[in-house]
T-cell receptor
């Protein structure tokens, strides 16, 4: 399995500012993903964080709004830029397939609860 | 396009009663299927998964799910629910091709009646 931590766990931000969320895994993983869970909603995939190259974004999400970095196999960041109240959500990092495992399973971080005023 | 449908938004059952949460998927090939649970203020926990083999899958906390290809369904069941089972349940499908990613259903909120 993989143990995932996210920082911050929660934050309250002002409209127009940006927040960077960090995701750290305790082992090297092949795939890392970022999801958004709006209040009372299900999880929606934002993007796949690719190590050493640009992230792959899902329909409706763009790099200018959600820039992502993945400098190595255990760490990724998601920035929520120029925030508005509509960005208030829980943002979750997930990982798939630790390099030491052949099991197909995704593990989810605890999430970052963002409130934009 | 791939999709997951959970037709029940909210279900209430009595403690000790049996439970079945419905899930239907749309995917061209054999999917990888999951059930996750999210308790209030908690993270997402994997209950069980199906990749291949026996279509009846056992999970944690006494849950099981059955994959029925003919019905494109993957319903979650538990013979006797406990008050601690009250939570949000998500069915999901993973697409393990060039880039694995999970598509989630809209979720079913389970309430337990004392």
């Amino acid at each position: 399995s993989a143990v995932i931590s996210q920082k911050p766990s929660r934050d309250i931000c002002q409209r127009g500012t940006s927040l960077t969320i960090q995701c750290q895994v305790d082992s090297q993983v092949t795939m890392m993903f970022w999801y958004r869970q709006q209040p009372g909603q299900s999880l929606t995939l934002i993007a796949t964080a690719n190590q050493g190259s640009e992230a792959t974004y899902e329909s409706g999400f763009v790099i200018d709004k959600f820039p992502i970095s993945r400098p190595n196999l255990t760490f990724s960041t998601l920035t929520v830029s120029n925030m508005s109240p509509e960005d208030s959500s829980i943002y979750l990092c997930s990982v798939d397939r630790t390099l030491a495992s052949t099991d197909n399973e995704q593990f989810f971080g605890p999430g970052t609860r963002l409130t934009v005023l | 396009a791939q999709s997951v449908t959970q037709p029940d938004i909210h279900i209430t059952v009595s403690e000790g009663a049996s439970l079945e949460l419905r899930c239907n998927y749309s995917y061209g090939a054999t999917p990888y299927l999951f059930w996750y649970v999210q308790s209030p203020g908690q993270g997402l926990q994997l209950l069980l998964k199906y990749f291949s083999g026996d279509t009846l899958v056992q999970g944690i906390k006494g849950f099981e799910a059955e994959f029925k290809r003919s019905q494109s369904s993957f319903n979650l069941r538990k013979p006797s629910v406990h008050w601690s089972d009250a939570a949000e349940y998500f069915c999901a499908v993973a697409l393990y091709s060039s880039a694995s990613k999970i598509i989630f259903g809209s979720g079913t909120r389970l309430s337990i009646r004392p």
